[in-house]
């Protein structure tokens, strides 16, 4: 037989051998994987070389969703080279993080953001170091504790009143309200960080530029899949780490000149006494950060405070204009709690039970991260009575678990109700609601998200009524589907038309 001939006849018979492979699968669900003595997490069949990559196309939450009702609460998915064991209950979560208390661990690091800046990174750094310690204690302390949320609280109203005011102006007009509150959080975290407002309320999203641009590269940038993440030995095949870093650049020019003023000021003001701390950038400069430290520093808590409150806020306006009973609730409260006022404080925040149901309520469905980040343990161990290898990923399915009907009632339909009379929290201590993740490595800045997030949906409640585009009064109609990356987007801009109640 020829060699020509011997490739036609391996072609030939490689599709029916492939189906007959397939069929067997099939047939043979593969529940409980064993690997010699060890048994793993079960899971589905794991292809050569790309393993279950791409049932990831479908949304990584919603495939690890079915997984988990499949082989249970503890599942494990090959994904190229790497296992990840993923947990989808209270009690495979109180496990894992069991797991990553006992063991030596290290945090999952995308390629795309291994710049050499890990030693100077608050998110991305693979181990809790000397260093990530003191930024982590310098945010809390200077940033999100009870103090520094209370200096804040005047700048947050500020920017929370030129929102308002500028709906006012666009009443009648279709209003994107992603773009809209994200501009405002930039701004709030600007006065913060810098004591200037980066983007005008009034850019057009097609338009963006400097620091919005930036950040928007750098959140889409990290839903982009990353074949290097799967594959160690790849570098950058999709360019994507160059891009980043671009990206970074980009974003820290936006202050860079503002840093290096403050520098030269602070160094003619050294022998004096009015070099008084005026916003966080003085703190870093005081703590004696370089440049590039402040950079990362600052890029991080810019991607990380404004997106993820932007979405929670879109998502939130979405279910109370698509829920009318909700909607009403929460009018008749700040009608009752604070009157007819156009202004709101965060003082008055405090005494809206029902408002902060309704926040909780949209954290539990649309948690801004569904999957809690990767962390890798270096030995292996034991969860739940499976054995888990060493450097397996473990994951924490936020999204499974908001949506389970074991944990809560009617899981799918928006009842802020449920959180009335319910002692729920999402401090991290019920291992049923973990919006902000937990342990350790739980989202240092939940306490400034919440306080921003309450204050701007009641002040949209308070001042708008809103309408759907094209007179659609059938509220069905609103398209509440999500796309998946780094935080949980809904896949269509929420397109309203305010109208002002005053």
């Known amino acids: 037989m020829t060699f020509p001939m011997v490739i036609i006849l391996l072609l030939l018979l490689l599709p029916p051998l492939l189906a007959l492979i397939i069929a067997v699968r099939i047939t043979t669900k593969a529940v409980d994987v064993q690997q010699g003595n060890q048994k793993l997490p079960p899971g589905p069949y794991s292809w050569p070389i790309i393993g279950n990559l791409p049932h990831m196309l479908k949304g990584p939450h919603i495939y690890l969703t079915q997984l988990a009702r499949s082989y249970g609460p503890l599942c494990s998915v090959k994904l190229g080279t790497h296992l990840f064991v993923i947990g989808s209950s209270p009690m495979a979560a109180t496990e894992i993080m069991r797991a990553h208390d006992k063991l030596p661990t290290y945090r999952w690091v995308p390629k795309a953001g291994q710049d050499g800046l890990q030693d100077y990174s608050l998110i991305w750094a693979t181990q809790c170091t000397d260093h990530w310690k003191l930024l982590r204690s310098l945010c809390r302390t200077e940033l999100f504790s009870a103090k520094g949320l209370d200096l804040q609280s005047s700048l947050r109203e500020k920017n929370v009143d030129k929102m308002v005011g500028f709906l006012k102006s666009k009443q009648g007009s279709l209003v994107n309200v992603r773009e809209l509150v994200f501009a405002s959080t930039v701004n709030i975290l600007g006065n913060i960080c810098f004591s200037k407002d980066f983007i005008d309320l009034d850019d057009d999203h097609k338009e963006r530029r400097g620091l919005k641009r930036a950040l928007y590269r750098l959140m889409k940038l990290g839903t982009t ?139 539990r469905l649309h948690p801004p991260a569904p999957l809690l980040h990767p962390q890798a343990i270096l030995e292996g161990c034991e969860i739940m009575k499976y054995t888990v290898p060493k450097n397996s990923q473990l994951i924490i399915n936020v999204w499974a678990m908001g949506r389970d009907p074991n944990l809560w009632e009617d899981p799918l339909t928006f009842k802020p109700e449920r959180f009335c009379d319910s002692n729920v929290d999402f401090k991290g201590q019920d291992f049923k609601f973990l919006p902000f993740g937990v342990g ?22 308070q001042n708008f009524d809103w309408f759907l585009p094209n007179n659609i009064e059938d509220l069905s109609k609103l398209d509440m589907s999500e796309n998946f990356g780094i935080i949980s987007q809904r896949k269509k801009p929420l397109m309203v038309i305010p109208k002002c109640k005053c």
């Open 440 to 461: 350790k490595r739980m989202c240092p800045g939940y306490p400034y998200a919440i306080k921003q997030i309450h204050l701007m949906l009641a002040s949209l409640v």
């Open 225 to 363: 899949p990353n074949i290097a993440d799967f594959y160690p030995r790849f570098e950058d095949p999709q360019g994507l780490k160059r891009k980043t870093s671009e990206a970074m650049n980009e974003a820290f020019g936006a202050w860079e000149h503002i840093i290096k003023e403050r520098r030269a000021t602070r160094e003619a003001q050294k022998d004096t006494d009015s070099s008084d701390e005026q916003d966080f950038l003085d703190t870093m400069l005081g703590s004696g950060f370089s440049d590039l430290q402040i950079n990362q520093l600052t890029v991080e808590l810019f991607s990380g405070g404004t997106h993820s409150t932007a979405s929670t806020i879109e998502w939130a306006l979405a279910e109370l204009i698509k829920n009318k009973e909700a909607m009403f609730a929460l009018r008749e409260e700040l009608k009752r709690e604070i009157g007819f006022t156009n202004y709101i404080k965060e003082s008055q925040v405090s005494h809206l039970p029902y408002l902060h149901a309704c926040v909780k309520e949209t954290l």
